[in-house]
T-cell receptor, first 112, second 116 residues
Framework: AQTVTQSQPEMSVQEAETVTLSCTYD???????LFWYKQPPSRQMILVIR??????QNATENRFSVNFQKAAKSFSLKISDSQLGDAAMYFC?????????FGTGTRLKVLA | DAGVIQSPRHEVTEMGQEVTLRCKPI?????LFWYRQTMMRGLELLIY????????DSGMPEDRFSAKMPNASFSTLKIQPSEPRDSAVYFC??????????????FGPGTRLLVL
């Protein structure tokens, strides 16, 4: 069965600095999608970035980028120029068929 | 589009009462998902529908939980009778299979349920 592991329950970063959140997954499939979602205190789940497994190029969305290592089954999220509004829970997710499997989340604190 | 709409946003009820949570997916989406989020268990998929048909309800915790999707624009999750351990945030999400974006799920704002 597929699993998603986020080994960092909490991370802190200084405003304007860069932080990387880790995610590993386990699967026997070759074609799949990976996602990072952000959940601020409002509890709304917001899509941050998406990566197709068949693409070698790492996805980027403005200040957010991923380091996708398919062989290592690793999918980390890098946030550059961190802002106070980035403070939230971040969830890594793996999509199999139409079901998502979520990690347990990493709480990101941004220090002014 | 207004996004996924859920109601109510907050619900406080007493143990034993029936609770009904509502969801309106994004227009044109053909998949609808119900999740439950708690501190202890994280984000759990309860059930999902495709074209209004329940596909996988293996995550529904017990018979007290039921979900329906009478049409493409409306779904309900019902808990009867409710228990304190059902207290959680319940999310509805929808996606479009032909979207070409990995069937990204878009989440509603959630319903925070507290059962006393």
């Amino acid at each position: 069965a597929q699993t998603v592991t986020q080994s960092q329950p909490e991370m802190s970063v200084q405003e304007a600095e860069t932080v990387t959140l880790s995610c590993t997954y386990d699967t026997s499939e070759s074609d799949y999608y990976l996602f990072w979602y952000k959940q601020p205190p409002s509890r709304q789940m917001i899509l941050v970035i998406r990566q197709e497994a068949y693409k070698q190029q790492n996805a980027t969305e403005n200040r957010f980028s991923v380091n996708f290592q398919k062989a290592a089954k690793s999918f980390s999220l890098k946030i550059s120029d961190s802002q106070l509004g980035d403070a939230a829970m971040y969830f890594c997710a793996y999509r199999t068929t139409y079901k998502y499997i979520f990690g347990t989340g990493t709480r990101l604190k941004v220090l002014a | 589009d207004a996004g996924v709409i859920q109601s109510p946003r907050h619900e406080v009820t007493e143990m034993g009462q029936e609770v009904t949570l509502r969801c309106k997916p994004i227009s044109g989406h053909d998949y609808l998902f119900w999740y439950r989020q708690t501190m202890m268990r994280g984000l759990e998929l309860l059930i999902y529908f495709n074209n209004n048909v329940p596909i996988d309800d293996s995550g529904m915790p017990e018979d007290r939980f039921s979900a329906k999707m009478p049409n493409a624009s409306f779904s309900t999750l019902k808990i009867q009778p409710s228990e304190p351990r059902d207290s959680a945030v319940y999310f509805c999400a929808s996606s479009f299979a032909g979207g070409g974006g990995g069937e990204t799920q878009y989440f509603g704002p959630g319903t925070r349920l507290l059962v006393l």
